[in-house]
Every structure is written in C-alpha cells, then in structure tokens.
T-cell receptor
Framework: GAVVSQHPSRVICKSGTSVKIECRSL??????MFWYRQFPKQSLMLMAT?????????EQGVEKDKFLINHASLTLSTLTVTSAHPEDSSFYIC?????????????FGPGTRLTVL | AQTVTQSQPEMSVQEAETVTLSCTYD???????LFWYKQPPSRQMILVIR??????QNATENRFSVNFQKAAKSFSLKISDSQLGDAAMYFC??????????FGAGTILRVKS
C-alpha cells in the first residue's frame, strides 16, 4: 500500500522559534497533500490543501503567514510553523493523494507532535 | 458546507460481540464518498472502509460493514466479532468535490475482555 512518512515524529521548541515538518510520499507521486491539526481527544481539522507547484489553499481561520506550506515536488510537502507559541502545540498530520477527485483515497502520515515551551 | 456528526462520544463492547457506531452527515452534493477511519493509540490514521454514494450496496471489509442510508444521510459502522485490537478512536468522514475530508468528532471504542 501507499506509504506516507513524516519527520520529525516529535519536536519540542522554544517560543518564538520556527519549526519545519516534512511529509513525504514514499512509493507514489502525490499530486495533492493535506495538512491537518488535531488537539487531544478531538477530531482532525483541515488546515490547508497543497498541490505540487502551486500555492497552498488555506481553510478559513488558518493564518497562512504563520503556517507556511511548500509542495515543491511530487513527493514532498513541508509545513513550517513560524514564530511558534504554546498555543501552536498540537498534533500535525499530513495526508497525500494522487489526484483531486473525491474518488482518490488519502493516505495519512504518522503525525508529528509539536510542543512549544 | 458539509458536516459530519457522530453522536456517540464513547462505546463499549465485549470481546467477540457486535457493536454499531453511528454517523450522520449533511450535504447538498450528489456525488461523494464516505469513510470510516480508525485511530489507535499510535495515532496513525487507518482506513477501515469506504462507501461510494452512488452505490446502493453496503460496503463490507471482513468483520467491518456499513449501513448506508442515503436518503436519511446515515452511515453507520458495524464491527462483528470484536477484538481487543479494535479498540481505538473511530472517525466517520465525508469527501466530496475537491477531495477534502470532513471528519466527525469521533467515537472512542473500548473492547472488554
């Protein structure tokens, strides 16, 4: 099956610093990647959709200048949390798909736990 | 906008028994997909089963089956012969135009031995 990896799996940083999270599709080319945020015991909330070679589309309420998304290749998307603050502490999950149709299955990465001190 | 509602925050089932998790959704789209995902303590999202809206036949995957009622916008998951490894958070999800997934709040399933 399709495998998606995320790196790092856990990261702790100081308030005010920036953190980059990588999402890679290991055995397929991902036309579209999605970034989600999940608070403890809550559901996944879509943050943004990124298509290879174009700007990401952010969901309402998500600050695009704070959560920078880059999808430079068909196998890699990055999420950079800029000037992180304790309220940004969360579990971030990416998913990847080969297309943009509702028929395309999303394959999820294992997630990254971000803790901002 | 599409919404997905899971009204059961927690459910418990005895090992080897059957349990049904409820899900309702709201949409004005005619073509869409519905999913059940499992998130165990590792937090890796695992696809359990999916249903195409245009198919009347309910999807099944081994011990997992759905009851899809399109007119009622209901999509429940039945787990038969429950196993300890089934214990997890279960999310119902909707995918329509643009392939965005909308998740329900989740149901924690506990399996008792």
């Amino acid at each position: 099956g399709a495998v998606v990896s995320q790196h790092p799996s856990r990261v702790i940083c100081k308030s005010g610093t920036s953190v980059k999270i990588e999402c890679r599709s290991l055995d397929f080319q991902a036309t579209t990647m999605f970034w989600y945020r999940q608070f403890p015991k809550q559901s996944l909330m879509l943050m943004a959709t990124s298509n290879e070679g174009s700007k990401a589309t952010y969901e309402q309420g998500v600050e695009k200048d704070k959560f920078l998304i880059n999808h430079a290749s068909l196998t890699l998307s990055t999420l950079t949390v800029t000037s992180a603050h304790p309220e940004d502490s969360s579990f971030y999950i990416c998913s990847a798909t080969t297309g943009t149709e509702s028929t395309d299955t999303q394959y999820f990465g294992p997630g990254t736990r971000l803790t901002v001190l | 906008a599409q919404t997905v509602t899971q009204s059961q925050p927690e459910m418990s089932v005895q090992e080897a028994e059957t349990v049904t998790l409820s899900c309702t959704y709201d949409t004005s789209e005619s073509d869409y997909y519905l999913f059940w995902y499992k998130q165990p303590p590792s937090r890796q999202m695992i696809l359990v089963i999916r249903q195409e809206a245009y198919k009347q036949q309910n999807a099944t995957e081994n011990r997992f089956s759905v009851n899809f009622q399109k007119a009622a916008k209901s999509f429940s998951l039945k787990i038969s012969d429950s196993q300890l490894g089934d214990a997890a958070m279960y999310f119902c999800a909707y995918s329509g135009y643009g392939n965005k997934l909308v998740f329900g709040a989740g149901t924690i399933l506990r399996v008792k031995s």
